[in-house]
């Protein structure tokens, strides 16, 4: 984490969904020129083994349910599960394509489209695997007053990053996706080439071609 990273809240407004209601709170930064958002339901302020999901930003799956990846059904079902237990947050970091930006990503699909997979398509960009950081995250769960918290996600570096943030990762809450044909390969790479732990039945319907 930068020694001068300074994160504010900038302001919160309540925003009823159809899983139920949720404050809305928009963070500002002296990193960069990108607002960053808390979701949080319920009283978590001082409050331990909070559900936590730290979501990057993905247009095409967020916004146009996108079938090439996951992101979409993942916020989807993250709020979903904190509101069965009326408590948590979902942080969302404007990290589009895993930190490249909508355009590279786009550019990205073309070259998955022509049979890269999405690591390999990234890296002729230029860019790295995976270009995600979560120092701001961490200072907005400092921010919210969580002391620790259970994290929804099946990406091993995200834990370990967080970790080393000094966040304390209680557990592990896994998140299942739909596999589609659209989506196979990508969710098999992210298994096979940067560790995402998925259920193994996922797995399973991936390789034998059950989509």
Do not use: W
Request: hydrophobic letters at 35%; a negative charge.
């Amino acid at each position: 984490m930068a020694d001068n990273l300074l994160v504010t809240k900038a302001t919160c407004a309540r925003i009823p969904t159809s899983d139920g209601e949720f404050q809305l709170c928009v963070y500002e930064n002296n990193q960069d020129d990108k607002e960053h958002m808390a979701i949080v339901m319920g009283d978590v302020f001082d409050d331990e083994d909070v559900l936590v999901r730290i979501h990057s930003e993905c247009f095409t799956g967020d916004v146009l349910g996108s079938r090439r990846c996951d992101c979409g059904e993942q916020l989807q079902r993250a709020m979903e599960l904190i509101s069965s237990e009326q408590r948590g947050v979902v942080i969302y970091m404007r990290q589009e394509g895993r930190g490249i930006g909508l355009k590279e990503k786009l550019r990205a699909y073309n070259l998955q489209d022509g049979g890269l997979d999405t690591v390999d398509a990234n890296l002729v960009l230029g860019h790295k695997a995976d270009a995600r950081h979560y120092d701001i995250a961490a200072k907005i769960l400092e921010d919210l007053g969580i002391k620790s918290v259970r994290l929804i996600t099946n990406n091993p570096d995200k834990i370990t990053e967080l970790c080393s943030l000094g966040v304390d990762v209680k557990e592990r809450v896994s998140i299942e996706s739909t596999v589609y044909p659209d989506n196979a390969a990508y969710l098999l790479t992210k298994v096979q080439r940067m560790n995402h732990m998925l259920d193994p039945r996922l797995l399973t319907s991936m390789l034998v071609g059950k989509f």
